[in-house]
């Protein structure tokens, strides 16, 4: 399916790695220009081939928390270096899991930083009409069910989804009569870098029992990149202020 042209130049932010990563191979797969941005240029750079080279997708080697005030202005020069922007998925963020009597405060704000108030500022930036491609422009966030859903552990994380739900909401009605949408996509359990980085909590037995559980089974990435990119498309262009949840039926 071709949803998009070479003109149409998206933003991915956590591309190179999980749900990035797929989401940027389904939008080039649909025909869009990927610029995709993470820390790891050799990974990025692999992408970038498997995307079909320089006429198809470009990366931007970018530490998003290293300075959170300015990414309205990075993506401003990402705008101007690439074309402005047809559409951006925030997909970068982390998790830290800890009972709340046991979690640093450092990590709380890591975080806050990263999961909310980075994705607040790129989403600044995208909004400028300097770097969105004007009406028909979209943005797309990555929350998680878990802003939905409680479980042990993870409530911080789960604070810095929901609040990303609630910011997806009043933006999509703030920026509506600029003819931009924004929605978010809220994905189950995924097989992903970040259940390998806690094998302790995401152990084989977790894995095993969550499969029999959720309905559809655990999710691949790329499971959530079709939504995502149906999402950005003009197919989903009376489509804002959603919080699409994308689980395997986990939530039902």
């Known amino acids: 399916m071709v949803r998009f042209t070479t003109d149409d130049r998206i933003l991915v932010t956590g591309a190179s790695s ?11 797969a ?24 320089p006429a198809r997708a470009a990366f931007v080697v970018k530490d998003i ?14 705008a101007e270096t690439h074309g402005r922007l047809k559409g951006a ?8 899991i800890a009972p709340l009597a046991h979690f ?12 909310l108030v980075a994705n607040i500022m790129l989403a ?7 770097v969105n491609a004007g009406p028909g422009s979209a943005l797309a966030f990555v929350s998680s069910i878990s802003s939905i859903v409680g ?19 009043s933006l999509a009605a703030e920026v509506a009569t600029k003819g931009i949408r924004v929605n978010s996509v809220l994905p189950g359990l995924v097989k992903t870098e970040m259940l390998e980085s806690w094998k302790a909590v995401y152990t084989p037995e977790y894995i095993a029992q969550a499969e029999e559980r959720i309905p559809l089974g655990v999710g691949d990435p790329a499971d959530v990149a079709g939504p995502v ?11 804002t202020g959603v919080n699409l949840v994308v689980d395997g039926g986990a939530t039902l």
Not at 66 to 74: C, I, Q, R
Not at 108 to 115: K, P, S
Not at 124 to 130: A, I, L, N, V
């Open 104 to 115: 640093p405060a450092k990590k709380i704000d890591e975080l806050v930083q990263l999961n």
């Open 65 to 78: 928390p290293e300075d959170v005030a300015s990414l309205d202005k990075w993506m401003r020069a990402v």
């Open 30 to 53: 649909e025909g869009a220009f990927v610029v995709a941005t993470g820390r790891n240029e050799e990974k990025l750079e692999q992408l970038v081939e498997e995307l079909g080279g």
């Open 124 to 130: 600044k930036g995208f909004c400028d009409r300097r």
């Open 18 to 28: 999980g749900i990035g990563w797929a989401v940027c191979k389904k939008l080039a």
């Open 89 to 96: 998925v925030l997909a970068a963020g982390m998790q830290h």
């Open 229 to 239: 990119s149906f999402l950005l498309s003009s197919d989903a262009g009376w489509m």
């Open 151 to 169: 479980e042990p552990a993870i409530a911080v994380y789960s604070a810095t989804k929901g609040a990303i739900n609630s910011f997806t909401r």
